[in-house]
């Protein structure tokens, strides 16, 4: 007989109702401690094996020959700190234009432990981040007080509205420094319609996250709402191909998504020639929704609370100057 048979066996009444021997004081607290261990261990062991489940699957559909045509950019895709690859597709897409003045704007950044910017921030940019829910901004202030101290980071608590983000940006002194590098876009919602509202500002690179469901040549946008809340469902942001349409318009090319089929990735057209990115559009660079994916993602140890790196070079530099 199992540990929980016999236990709600025990807890099925008097020992005379049951036939069952009585317990023994704190033998019940006992059991539902041996319990707990082995559910936890149980736990664990499903864990790890869903991540090489996972890991298993994203090896068998990066080996596909599409993605190894050149430029595809779905093969650099590694997590430090966002929620599925992204943290690799950017450094390669960098890498190929060069990282400019090191400056990010992101939308939705939750409480900043997460998310497609928090490894440049470690690694020495500047940006901005906004976000609207009051428990995140407070977590960010916590966690992030000496970035924020330096002028490293800038917070701004806010819904992000297609009637508000031309105002929020005139008021992020990073926004108004001149070019920026990097827009990172995730409200789950009117992600479509904020970016249209944007004319302030030509960012070299956009990461904005679209809604797989939805193959090219699907031009299909949710209606704004600026109250708009998600509600876990597939109504949920625009197509590849609709947000493809207007970043056409504003003069960047779409060069990528990742595997996962969550981000969008573009580059200004002024950057994006010579052969660096595959061609093709949206028919030829779309990825599904494989949403799981983002689930098994490796990134070591569970993300922490404390991000006070330094660096070898800023230490050297410490001891050359002593």
Same mark, same amino acid.
């Given at each position: 007989?199992?540990?929980?048979?016999?236990?709600?066996?025990?807890?099925?009444?008097?020992a005379e109702a049951t036939g069952a021997p009585a317990l023994a004081p704190g033998e019940l607290s006992r059991r539902l401690d041996t319990l707990e261990e082995r559910l936890l261990k149980l736990h664990q062991l499903a864990?790890?094996?869903?991540?090489?489940?996972?890991?298993?699957?994203?090896?068998?559909?990066?080996?596909?020959?599409? =993605?190894?045509?050149?430029?595809?950019?779905?093969? &650099?895709?590694?997590?430090?700190?966002?929620?599925?690859?992204?943290?690799?597709?950017?450094?390669?897409?960098?890498?190929?234009?060069?990282?400019?003045?090191?400056?990010?704007?992101?939308?939705?950044?939750?409480?900043?432990?997460?998310?497609?910017?928090?490894?440049?921030?470690?690694?020495?940019?500047?940006?901005?981040?906004?976000?609207? %829910?009051?428990? &995140?901004?407070?977590?960010?202030? %916590?966690?992030?007080?000496?970035?924020?101290?330096?002028?490293?980071?800038?917070?701004?608590?806010?819904?992000?509205?297609?009637?508000?983000?031309?105002?929020?940006?005139?008021?992020? %002194?990073?926004?108004?420094?001149?070019?920026?590098?990097?827009?990172?876009?995730?409200?789950?919602?009117?992600? @479509? &319609?904020?970016?249209?509202?944007?004319?302030?500002?030509?960012?070299?690179?956009?990461?904005?996250? @679209?809604?797989?469901?939805?193959?090219?040549?699907?031009?299909?946008?949710?209606?704004?709402?600026?109250g708009f809340a998600w509600d876990g469902t597939d109504y949920m942001g625009a197509s590849l191909q609709a947000i493809a349409n207007l970043a056409a318009r504003r003069g960047y090319r779409l060069v990528g998504t990742n595997?996962?089929?969550?981000?969008?990735?573009?580059?200004?057209?002024?950057?994006?020639?010579?052969?660096?990115?595959?061609?093709?559009?949206?028919?030829?660079? =779309?990825?599904?929704?494989? =949403?799981?994916?983002?689930?098994?993602?490796?990134?070591? &140890?569970?993300?922490?609370?404390?991000?006070? @790196?330094?660096?070898?070079?800023?230490?050297?530099?410490?001891?050359?100057?002593?």
């Amino acid at each position: 007989m199992s540990i929980l048979a016999r236990l709600l066996r025990g807890l099925g009444g008097p020992a005379e109702a049951t036939g069952a021997p009585a317990l023994a004081p704190g033998e019940l607290s006992r059991r539902l401690d041996t319990l707990e261990e082995r559910l936890l261990k149980l736990h664990q062991l499903a864990s790890f094996e869903f991540e090489l489940s996972v890991g298993a699957e994203w090896r068998a559909l990066l080996a596909q020959p599409c =993605y190894g045509e050149p430029g595809r950019l779905e093969r &650099h895709g590694s997590k430090v700190w966002s929620q599925c690859d992204e943290d690799g597709i950017l450094a390669e897409i960098f890498r190929r234009i060069g990282a400019g003045a090191r400056r990010f704007v992101e939308f939705g950044a939750a409480d900043g432990r997460e998310c497609n910017t928090l490894k440049l921030l470690v690694e020495g940019w500047r940006g901005l981040w906004m976000e609207a %829910r009051a428990d &995140h901004c407070d977590a960010i202030r %916590r966690v992030f007080a000496a970035p924020l101290a330096e002028g490293r980071l800038e917070l701004a608590q806010a819904i992000v509205t297609a009637e508000n983000i031309e105002t929020l940006l005139a008021g992020s %002194r990073v926004a108004a420094e001149g070019e920026l590098d990097l827009l990172s876009i995730d409200i789950d919602g009117n992600d @479509y &319609h904020v970016l249209k509202s944007i004319r302030s500002l030509r960012p070299r690179v956009i990461v904005i996250e @679209y809604n797989g469901k939805f193959p090219p040549p699907m031009d299909v946008v949710p209606p704004y709402d600026p109250g708009f809340a998600w509600d876990g469902t597939d109504y949920m942001g625009a197509s590849l191909q609709a947000i493809a349409n207007l970043a056409a318009r504003r003069g960047y090319r779409l060069v990528g998504t990742n595997v996962a089929g969550v981000n969008a990735f573009f580059v200004r057209e002024d950057l994006a020639g010579g052969g660096r990115f595959a061609e093709g559009g949206a028919a030829a660079l =779309y990825n599904p929704a494989r =949403y799981w994916l983002t689930r098994g993602t490796p990134s070591g &140890h569970p993300t922490g609370h404390r991000f006070t @790196y330094t660096s070898d070079a800023a230490l050297g530099d410490k001891l050359r100057n002593t």
